[in-house]
């Protein structure tokens, strides 16, 4: 079936570091793909999505990029500040209704 | 826009008890979904509503139920709760179709069953 697979964290970085999250997907036919923030005590906020194959996401200086041919789609950000400081889901919508998300990945930026 | 709003935001609710979670989804959206996520974990579909009518389902027993409104706001109704179901429940809404457009996430309420 229709599944996400995260990279497991947690994951600590200090600040302006690189920050690669991995997120691999197993679907069937031509699903979205996306990636969800969340902040301690608040709802899932979208941060980017791509809707098609080799479509690049982009927002808040992250970027990810839906790969077909490895079905990946991972989460990069060239230079981190505290401020990203959060838990992000990666989540893929086939045809139909229901998303599929995976388990989080917690990130903390230390000054 | 005003995003989307639940209430309550906690609850805490005796096991076999009946609880309602309310939903006002965001101005111009007509799709509506909600999701359970345990902690530590991702959010897990339960149904989604368009037009009234629940249109798509996830792995959850009939004692979750849910109604939307004309005005796209949105209950999900738990019968018989059992200790499992402590959780943050996340209203979601969209224009249609979800996969093109994500969803929009309230601040969810998290409910305790004891």
């Known amino acids: 079936g229709d599944s996400v697979t995260q990279m497991e964290g947690p994951v600590t970085l200090s600040e302006e570091a690189f920050l690669t999250i991995n997120c691999t997907y197993t679907a069937t036919g031509y699903p979205s793909l996306f990636w969800y923030v969340q902040y301690p005590g608040e709802g899932l906020q979208l941060l980017l999505k791509?809707?098609?194959?080799?479509d690049k996401g982009s927002n808040k200086g992250f970027e990810a990029t839906y790969r077909k041919e490895t079905t990946s789609f991972h989460l990069e950000k060239g230079s981190v500040q505290v401020s990203d400081s959060a838990v992000y889901f990666c989540a893929l919508s086939p045809l139909g209704n229901q998303f599929y998300f995976g388990t989080g990945t917690s990130l903390t930026v230390i000054p | 826009e005003t995003g989307v709003t639940q209430s309550p935001t906690h609850l805490i609710k005796t096991r076999g008890q009946q609880v309602t979670l309310r939903c006002s989804s965001q101005s111009g959206h007509n799709t509506v979904s909600w999701y359970q996520q345990a902690l530590g974990q991702g959010p897990q579909f339960i149904f989604q509503y368009y037009r009234e009518e629940e249109n798509g389902r996830g792995n959850f027993p009939p004692r979750f139920s849910g109604l939307q409104f004309p005005n796209y706001s949105s209950e999900l109704n738990v019968n018989a709760l059992e200790l499992d179901d402590s959780a943050l429940y996340l209203c979601a809404s969209s224009p249609l179709p979800p996969q093109n457009y994500g969803y929009t996430f309230g601040s969810g309420t998290r409910l305790t069953v004891v």
């Open positions: 791509a809707t098609k194959a080799d």
